[in-house]
């Protein structure tokens, strides 16, 4: 299972979930050392979310290997064998890996 999973949520969300800010929304979880969940919205900072509850994250998700990138929306994501690396076009983003967590 890989450790950490993401969800993309289109702007206007879909039928089964409507972001807080109307999306677009890019939501990582970690399930390693401890389950932690970030979201990224369009603007603003990403929220980090420690105790998340809902623990569904990574069972079929697509891996996206070591040195690969992936874009959807005004999202863009970096693998690294260091962790994953985020960011929205308006600056803001995360960084995820086994080791720590942060956000701007």
Same mark, same amino acid.
């Given at each position: 299972m890989p450790a950490i999973?993401?969800?993309?949520?289109? *702007?206007? /969300? @879909? %039928?089964?979930?409507?972001?807080?800010?109307?999306?677009?929304?890019? %939501?990582?979880?970690?399930?390693?050392?401890?389950?932690?969940?970030?979201?990224?919205?369009?603007?603003?900072?990403?929220?980090?979310?420690?105790?998340?509850?809902?623990? /569904?994250?990574? =069972?079929?998700?697509?891996?996206?290997?070591?040195?690969? =990138?992936?874009? *959807?929306? =005004?999202?863009?994501?970096?693998?690294?064998? *260091? /962790?994953? @690396?985020?960011? =929205?076009?308006?600056?803001? /983003?995360?960084?995820?890996? *086994?080791?720590?967590? @942060?956000?701007?």
């Amino acid at each position: 299972m890989p450790a950490i999973g993401c969800i993309y949520t289109p *702007k206007g /969300g @879909t %039928s089964t979930y409507q972001p807080r800010d109307g999306g677009p929304e890019l %939501s990582c979880s970690r399930v390693e050392p401890s389950y932690v969940t970030v979201i990224l919205g369009p603007k603003g900072p990403a929220t980090l979310i420690k105790n998340p509850g809902e623990q /569904g994250c990574c =069972s079929d998700a697509t891996k996206l290997g070591y040195g690969n =990138s992936w874009s *959807k929306g =005004s999202f863009t994501c970096l693998s690294s064998t *260091k /962790g994953l @690396t985020c960011t =929205s076009s308006s600056g803001h /983003g995360f960084f995820v890996s *086994k080791a720590r967590v @942060t956000v701007k």
